[in-house]
């Protein structure tokens, strides 16, 4: 990646997750920062997580819609119309401004080409149970660690090193490939890998447990 668009991805940072995205111009230090990344993605994991931020704003999130922009100026016009469909894997939190809400949500899939999947979005987009959150909240509130509560609900949620996370991100590149396709990536059906989950149990349930696609969908793809 060249200079010019890991400094175009700098400025994809969102700072308020209640206003739609302002281009951001980067300090010489986030530029520097994007470059190491780059380099190696690690870094990224000394960045501040959801469960410990005091303000989700001090994550570090990126407009999935800017990302995408910017990194399509890198393709070819020539290669996206030969039919190629280019998949982005990423460990940047990626998000996008809801406007019937107002605020940004995190998201772990953005279909189109190029697609974007990011890892981190696997573990954050979809939501934990409601007693997780309630636990880890009291636990937050007497200056506690969240590793027990964690603990409690091992193996409900996904979380970061998860041996699931390749399992889970076929399912969600499945999406992209049948967005690419067919220009509807989702179905409502949780037997399928390609229902959109809100949720981490329904994520699990349909990548982990159930881990294939419905008859509709593997129709459509046997049919190909
Ligand atoms: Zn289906």
Redesign the pocket.
């Known amino acids: 990646m060249d200079e010019k668009t890991m400094e175009k991805i700098s400025g994809c940072r969102v700072f308020d997750t209640t206003s739609p995205f302002k281009k951001h111009v980067p300090s010489k230090l986030e530029i520097d920062f994007e470059k190491s990344v780059c380099e190696d993605t690690k870094l990224m994991e000394n960045t501040t997580r959801v469960e410990n931020a005091e303000r989700i704003e001090d994550v570090m999130m990126y407009d999935g819609f800017e990302i995408q922009n910017s990194i399509n100026t890198t393709i070819s016009q020539d290669c996206l119309s030969q039919n190629n469909l280019h998949v982005i894997f990423t460990n940047k939190l990626i998000c996008t401004y809801d406007n019937m809400d107002h605020r940004y949500h995190g998201r772990t899939v953005i279909c189109s080409n190029p697609a974007i999947i990011s890892t981190t979005g696997m573990i954050e987009a979809p939501a934990k149970s409601r007693e997780y959150y309630l636990e880890a909240m009291k636990c937050k509130m007497q200056g506690l660690d969240i590793k027990s509560v964690k603990k409690n609900h091992s193996g409900k949620f996904l979380d970061y090193h998860d041996q699931r996370l390749s399992k889970i991100a076929e399912g969600y590149l499945l999406q992209a490939i049948f967005y690419y396709i067919t220009g509807d990536a989702f ?1 409502d ?1 949780l037997d ?1 890998r ?1 229902n959109n989950a809100h949720w981490q149990k329904d994520l699990i349930y349909s990548q982990i447990k159930i881990s294939k ?2 008859k ?2 593997q129709k459509i793809l046997d049919d190909l």
Do not use: E, I, P, V
């Open positions: 179905c059906s399928c390609l696609l419905c509709k969908h």
